[in-house]
């Protein structure tokens, strides 16, 4: 970031807490997001904020701090873990808010500790985020699409997977038999789901933060009504992680309990639904991560496709979906470059 933005943010930070004098600003790294984070610190204490920085350079960024700020409203109230907005200018795009703590689940899935408990609480802040956020959400907060749609399925997933990662990363020639087809079907299958939920669209380990017993969720700004199984298909579908197949079928024997215990009506269509948006959820991974490495220039990415691709082959093979076939085929056949 430039310097003179730098200043501003310092200056917001200096006026916001004036009694804080000779704060410390230490830029935290950079992930798949063109945001930009520090960790504040107060010298003479052991205090500490969390400052993002977004410039409104373009519609699309207004939109999405204002969805940001007001999603986060919207959602606190109702016993959501996020962190506390404490002050925020959006006509600079600068937020200043509670600090979570820098170990997400990621890291402590890494460290070798028994992930299963945490997970399990997680499970429980993920079904009251779905179920309660969906309570008098209003969907003109939303920075991208109002709903999680076949337009996203198709445009943001399918297509992503087919541009980004068979074309711009694996130079695959296009079109592929049978292909646009099987994304077709795919899309009409998923979206049976009931899409009136509120959906956090990027439920994975690295925006689960976990302070001691305390679990927060971040990156909330592409929340947007969707189905019930995408966000648990983000979890389990997640890339930076490596959970054995014994502990994923635990974690979802985990959160169906959840939603029978709620509403035994909707297990049946959890079920029927959650593996064709499992298979949507990855070929966005795929998607995004091929973009990340290829035209944004973050290669650290490429570190986690062959795990994405290892386990889209596996989602279509267990869906085991005739009608599939032509992206199956596809996938089965992808041979990665050598540095991977």
């Not at 730098?6 to 830029?27: H, M, R, T, V, W």
């Not at 994975?204 to 971040?218: F, H, L, P, T």
């Not at 991974?285 to 290829?294: P, V």
């Not at 062959?306 to 869906?319: N, Q, Y």
Request: glycine share 6%; net charge neutral.
């Amino acid at each position: 970031m430039d310097q003179p933005f730098q200043a501003k943010l310092e200056s917001f930070f200096n006026k916001a807490y004036p009694g804080i004098e000779g704060a410390c600003f230490d830029q935290l790294p950079g992930d798949g997001s063109h945001r930009i984070f520090w960790r504040v610190r107060d010298p003479e204490s052991e205090r500490s904020f969390i400052a993002m920085a977004n410039p409104p350079k373009t519609a699309a960024r207004k939109r999405e701090n204002s969805a940001y700020l007001m999603i986060a409203r919207h959602l606190q109230p109702k016993g959501t873990p996020l962190p506390v907005i404490h002050q925020h200018d959006l006509a600079e795009g600068l937020f200043i808010m509670e600090d979570l703590g820098s170990t997400n689940l990621q890291d402590v899935i890494q460290s070798g500790e028994d992930p299963m408990p945490l997970y399990g609480r997680v499970l429980e802040h993920l079904f009251r985020l779905q179920t309660q956020g969906r309570k008098g959400f209003d969907t003109a907060w939303c920075a991208q699409t109002k709903r999680y749609d076949r337009t996203v399925m198709q445009k943001y997933e399918a297509h992503y997977f087919r541009d980004a990662f068979l074309k711009g990363f694996l130079g695959y020639e296009l079109p592929l038999p049978g292909l646009e087809k099987a994304f077709h079907h795919l899309t009409e299958k998923a979206a049976r789901a009931d899409g009136q939920f509120f959906m956090h669209r990027d439920f994975q380990s690295r925006n689960i933060m976990v302070r001691g017993e305390k679990i927060g969720i971040i990156d909330w700004q592409g929340g947007r009504l969707g189905p019930l199984a995408y966000d648990l298909s983000s979890l389990l579908v997640d890339p930076y992680v490596r959970l054995s197949e014994l502990q994923k079928q635990e974690i979802y024997n985990a959160y169906l309990a959840l939603i029978a215990n709620h509403n035994p009506a909707w297990t049946a269509p959890f079920k029927r639904d959650y593996p064709y948006l499992a298979i949507q959820r990855n070929l966005q991974i795929l998607g995004a991560f091929s973009h990340l490495s290829k035209v944004m220039k973050k290669t650290y990415f490429e570190a986690y496709i062959p795990h994405a691709l290892k386990s889209l082959v596996s989602l279509l093979e267990d869906v085991a979906d005739h009608d599939l076939e032509p992206l199956t085929r596809v996938v089965s056949t992808i041979t990665l470059p050598n540095n991977l």
